[in-house]
C-alpha cells in the first residue's frame, strides 16, 4: 500500500482559502496586516513541505503526484512569500504576479482531474482547483480593485469561500474513505 497523505494537505487548502478570504475582508485594508503572516506562514509550510515531499518521492500512484504535489508546492510557495511579505509590510505585488502562473497551473490541472475522472469526486475537485487558479490569475490585476472596492473584496472572499466548500467538500470525503481504507494498515517494521 502506498503513502497517502492528501486529507493533510487538502485540510491545508481548506484552512488556506478561508484564511485568505479573511485576509481580503479584513486584511487587505487594515492598517497593519502584518497579523496575517502567522496564519499564511502555516498554510505554506504545510504545503511547501508536503508538496516538495510529493514531487521528489512520488508517493501517489500515476499522475496524482503531479496534479496534488506541483499544485501544493506552488500553493505553499504563494503562502510562504505571503507571509514574508506581510511580515516584513512589502507590496504583495511580486507575490501576486507569481500567484498568477501558479493559477494557470492549477485551472490546467482542474479542466484535467475533471477530464480523466482523477479522484473519487472529479468535478467537484476539478472546480476546486479551476476556482482556485481563477483566483491566482485574478490576484495581479485584482490587488489594487481589492483596496478601493468594498464590493469587490466581497465578491472576491465570496468566490474563495465556493472554493473552500469544494475544498471541504472534496477534503471530508476523502478523509472518512481514507480513514476506512488504511484501518488496516501496517508499517513495514509490524508486517510478518
Do not use: C
Not at 504563494?78 to 500567484?99: C, E, S
Amino acid at each position: 500500500m502506498f503513502i497517502d497523505y492528501l486529507t493533510l494537505l487538502m485540510i491545508n487548502m481548506v484552512a488556506g482559502t478561508a484564511l485568505l478570504a479573511y485576509y481580503v475582508l479584513k486584511g487587505v485594508t487594515a492598517e497593519d496586516s502584518r497579523p496575517f503572516a502567522a496564519g499564511f506562514l502555516m498554510v505554506g509550510l504545510v504545503a511547501f513541505l508536503g508538496g516538495a515531499h510529493m514531487v521528489t518521492t512520488w508517493p501517489l500512484p500515476g499522475s496524482y503526484n503531479i496534479g496534488f504535489g506541483e499544485s501544493t508546492l506552488l500553493f505553499g510557495v504563494v503562502f510562504l512569500g505571503a507571509a514574508w511579505a506581510l511580515a516584513k509590510g512589502w507590496d504583495l505585488m511580486p507575490v501576486a504576479i507569481y500567484a498568477f502562473f501558479a493559477g494557470i497551473d492549477a485551472v490546467l490541472v482542474g479542466w484535467r482531474i475533471i477530464d480523466l475522472g482523477l479522484t473519487k469526486h472529479p468535478l467537484a475537485s476539478g472546480i476546486g482547483f479551476l476556482l482556485a487558479g481563477l483566483g491566482g490569475i485574478a490576484a495581479a490585476p485584482g490587488l489594487a480593485l481589492l483596496k478601493k472596492s468594498q464590493t469587490f473584496r466581497y465578491i472576491a472572499a465570496a468566490v474563495l469561500l465556493v472554493v473552500t466548500a469544494f475544498w471541504a467538500y472534496t477534503f471530508y470525503s476523502s478523509l472518512w474513505g481514507h480513514l476506512e481504507s488504511f484501518s488496516t494498515w501496517l508499517p513495514l517494521t509490524m508486517v510478518k
